[in-house]
């Protein structure tokens, strides 16, 4: 197995691909993932309205990366998923770990719904899932909380690079 893996910025991963197919040049994460989650949260903020939206709550299950954009059939699933094999290392880690940590989130407010305690899921959905989405949504755009970054220099530096 010697087949090196693309680089971000380079041949089937450069700029103008990473950009048609919404990926983040520096990261490699695309924020379309974030859907996946998205759906549910605002599903589960709604209970108190909407009961009867337990049961898409409940059919709800954890979806890795790659199987998303396969699952969906999203256009530029291709690059997303090489890009997400050539995203820097540490950064994919840490946004794995937010994963997880969303993953089994949204499992306890599941059980919350089951329950029939659906404003303590909504409240969850709205406190501890919200900051776990806020946090994955920085490492798409390459920032590893607990960073020590100016924001206006990683801002200045994320438009440097779409327009590079």
Known sequence: MSEQTAQLGEGPLSAEALNAANVHPESGLATDYLNHFNEVVMLLEML????????????????GYAEHFQRTNYAGAETVISAYAAAPRALKAHFETIIAALDEALGEAKLLVRSGDVAAAAAMAGEEIETLLAAARACVNGRIEGEDVDDRAAAQAGVDALFG
């Not at 108190?48 to 979806?63: K, Y």
């Open 48 to 63: 108190g309205d909407m009961p009867d939206m337990a049961e898409e709550v409940l059919a709800w299950s954890p979806c």
